[in-house]
């Protein structure tokens, strides 16, 4: 079974603090891997990808991947109110699995003011 | 860029109707498109895989014949629910995957959320 894992929180940051969201996947075989934010009611919206071993920064969002521990996070600098959704991790499992892409559950974030 | 519609937003419908969801990839090609179902504060649960020109591939537990799923162009993809009950009442969202994007980044629509009485 292939899964990708996330805490499902909430995790509560002050406002102005660095939210720190991490993942992990269970397929080596995964080739890019995705951040998405969803407030309640809405649909996902894509934040950012990332298919290389590093980090990858956008704004004050950080992704962060490292393929031989499985693991990609998300940080998230200078957090705001309007930083308060669920961050979804999603996975491409490569073309050996027709390049599904499967999501984790969730991590709910709330920034305090 | 990469912008998903879906329609209707809401729909309301009574116990043993079918109801129609359009996906419309908007200003680029989608040779694959994505139906998920979600449940108030569950997780995303993809239903089917849509490709463009042939039949759709659903995921365990989904049946096909219920949720119908035609991906007739590159911009267009339906799911039908037919005959529905009360317990098909959730929020159904799509996604577009373009054609053109290497990383296989998917896009979402607005969502439908669907309610039968």
């Known amino acids: 079974q292939k899964e990708v894992e996330q805490n499902s929180g909430p995790l509560s940051v002050p406002e102005g603090a660095i939210a720190s969201l991490n993942c992990t996947y269970s397929?080596?075989?995964?080739?890019?891997f995705f951040w998405y934010r969803q407030y309640s009611g809405k649909s996902p919206e894509l934040i950012m990808f990332?298919?290389?071993?590093g980090d990858k920064e956008d704004g004050r969002f950080t992704a962060q991947l490292n393929k031989a521990s499985q693991y990609v996070s998300l940080l998230i600098r200078d957090s705001q109110p309007s930083d308060s959704a669920t961050y979804l991790c999603?996975?491409?499992?490569?073309?050996?699995?027709?390049?599904?892409?499967?999501f984790g559950p969730g991590t709910s974030l709330s920034v305090i003011p | 860029g990469a912008v998903v519609s879906q329609h209707p937003s809401w729909v309301i419908c009574k116990s043993g109707t079918s109801v129609k969801i359009e996906c419309r990839s908007l200003d680029f090609q989608a040779t694959t498109m994505f139906w998920y179902r979600q449940f108030p504060k569950q997780s995303l649960m993809l239903m089917a895989t849509s490709n463009e020109g042939s039949k759709a591939t659903y995921e365990q537990g989904v049946e096909k014949d219920k949720f119908l799923i035609n991906h007739a162009s590159l911009t267009l993809s339906t799911l039908t629910v037919t005959s529905a009950h009360p317990e098909d009442s959730s929020f159904y969202i799509c996604?577009?995957?373009?054609?053109?994007?290497?990383?296989?980044?998917?896009?979402f629509g607005p969502g439908t959320r669907l309610t039968v009485t």
């Open positions: 999603a996975v491409n499992l490569g073309p050996t699995s027709y390049d599904k892409v499967i």
């Open positions: 397929d080596r075989g995964s080739q890019s």
């Open positions: 990332i298919y290389s071993n």
């Open positions: 996604s577009a995957r373009d054609s053109r994007g290497l990383n296989y980044e998917q896009y």
